[in-house]
């Protein structure tokens, strides 16, 4: 006996769903006859062209396989992203420039972004810091200097960009699109406004005054959605004018541009006062080591008709959702004998990963991955470098370094990781030696993927990869 609740097995709800109404007439019948011939004739051509693909497909030599892992946010000493999407950005630049700079309309919004977004961390730490001074019980109150009417003046004006934040960030995660839903703004500890946050800044360094130190909020857009499309639908004109800004909607009176624009003034100024400089400082936040730094280019990025250059756009910050792939056919002059389609696979980081160590040694020990190639960038040195420069000391995060924080020489922050006994890139090819299931070479650099003659590094392991390993089998990571 059937259970209660349960349906009829004999009748298959999909008849039901596509049968005919029991009042069809002669004529409509033959209407809905014919709707399903056409339809017929549609997805066999389709599968037709799926089928012919996929021949296709198997002809040609596989692919190199290229995925680009890392985290999202990683300790305190190379801060914040890893510089996966930047990497691919410098794949595009190279193979694909002109998709590329067709996305310039896309970028200037990011770029936008991330520069109200700085806005918004540097009001928010003005904002601490009013709370500090009024609140008397405050241990660190003799250290915050007083705010000048001046600045309080600025700061107010300037909580007009919490408005542009959050048009853009309509505007990038477009309603009905899904973006929304791949949308995650992490929490906030208050401050200048309750609002969405934006993308732009990686975690700040720092704490806060005299409390917790704040939690930055950033947008994040799932790749595989096209997020560049709404503001592909605002290109026009030629498209082979991407070298100009006529991919950029001017007369768009919503343009966030011009906002930015107006208040391009009090922006320059606000940065630029001491104070702010100061108030930043106890707080620790550097804004400079932050991803999407565009507060020393204020003047350029906000002019009225802005267009970013391919630097800009390497420089830009949108923290990634998911996997994206992208392909490229790269031809054997640019490459040497790598001539050959290369699939790249952009792979959103994760908070949760406890360290750049441990997610090497998983890799290293994954057993489907033993036959795959590894190339290990240590990214960010400039940002390293300056770390340096500004007096964090190495000892404070690596015991075993005893030496001297002394950077005079600018090539010296290198040295100090080619250093034997805190050999960074030794310790990596320790865990690849001890962890990995069969013998791999250990390929390695430290490099500042926002320069794209990093790409070089990548170009001349494969070739090396392909030639000395079984040259047409070869999977890489
Ligand atoms: N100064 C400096 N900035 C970098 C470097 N590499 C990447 N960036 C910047 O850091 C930010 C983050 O880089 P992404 O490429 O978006 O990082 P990601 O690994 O894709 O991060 P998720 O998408 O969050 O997983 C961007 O603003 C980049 O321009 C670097 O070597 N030096
Ligand atoms: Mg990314």
């Not at 709404?230 to 906002?259: K, M, Q, Y």
């Not at 420069?389 to 090539?411: C, H, M, P």
């Not at 310790?427 to 430290?446: E, G, M, T, V, W």
Request: aromatic content about 6%; overall charge neutral; charged content about 30%.
């Amino acid at each position: 006996m059937a259970k209660p609740g349960r349906n009829d097995n004999s009748i298959d709800p999909l008849d039901v769903a596509i049968a005919p109404p029991p009042d069809e007439t002669e004529e409509e019948r033959e209407k809905r006859l014919s709707k399903e011939r056409e339809a017929k004739v549609v997805s066999d051509a389709i599968d037709e062209e799926i089928e012919a693909e996929r021949t296709a497909e198997k002809k040609k030599t596989r692919p190199v396989k290229i995925l680009l892992l890392g985290q999202s946010e990683s300790g305190a000493l190379i801060n914040g992203t890893e510089g996966k999407s930047t990497t691919l950005k410098n794949f595009q630049l190279m193979y694909e420039p002109k998709a590329f700079r067709l996305e310039r309309a896309s970028w200037r919004a990011v770029i936008q972004l991330n520069v109200v977004r700085s806005f918004h961390l540097i009001l928010d730490a003005i904002t601490r810091a009013q709370k500090a001074l009024q609140s008397s019980s405050s241990s660190s109150i003799e250290d915050i200097p007083q705010i000048p009417t001046e600045l309080l003046k600025l700061k107010l004006k300037l909580t007009a960009l919490l408005t542009v934040e959050g048009t853009l960030i309509r505007r990038l995660t477009p309603d009905g699109s899904g973006e929304t839903e791949a949308t995650q703004l992490a929490r906030s500890n208050g401050g200048t406004s309750g609002q969405n946050g934006g993308g732009g800044a990686g975690s700040p360094s720092g704490g806060g005054v005299g409390g917790k130190p704040p939690v930055v909020k950033e947008l994040a857009v799932n790749s595989t959605k096209p997020w560049k499309d709404t503001f592909n639908r605002l290109v026009h004109g030629e498209r082979d004018s991407f070298e100009s800004g006529d991919a950029i909607d001017w007369e768009d009176p919503e343009d966030p541009g011009r906002i930015l624009h107006d208040l391009s003034d009090d922006m320059i100024k606000l940065w630029n006062d001491p104070i702010t400089q100061l108030l930043l400082e106890k707080q620790n936040l550097r804004m400079q080591e932050l991803a999407g730094f565009f507060l020393d280019q204020l003047e350029r990025v906000t002019a009225p008709r802005y267009v970013p250059t391919d630097d800009d756009i390497l420089k830009a910050r949108l923290k990634t959702l998911g996997v994206t792939e992208h392909r490229f056919t790269f031809s054997s002059t640019k490459t040497g004998q790598l001539s050959r389609d290369w699939k790249v696979f952009d792979v959103g980081g994760h908070r949760s990963q406890a360290d750049s160590v441990g997610l090497w040694s998983e890799v290293s020990s994954n057993k489907l991955l033993k036959r795959t190639n590894l190339i290990l960038f240590l990214n960010k040195i400039d940002i390293f470098r300056m770390k340096l420069e500004a007096g964090i000391r190495l000892a404070d995060y690596i015991v075993s370094y005893t030496k001297e924080n002394d950077f005079d020489n600018t090539t010296m922050s290198l040295v100090f990781l080619l250093d034997r006994n805190i050999d960074l890139r030794k310790k990596f090819a320790n865990i690849l030696q001890d962890k990995s299931p069969l013998p791999r070479a250990f390929y390695c650099h430290l490099t500042t993927v926002t320069d794209p003659k990093s790409t070089k590094y990548i170009l001349a392991n494969l070739k090396e990869m392909l030639m000395i390993g079984n040259l047409a089998k070869v999977d890489l990571v």
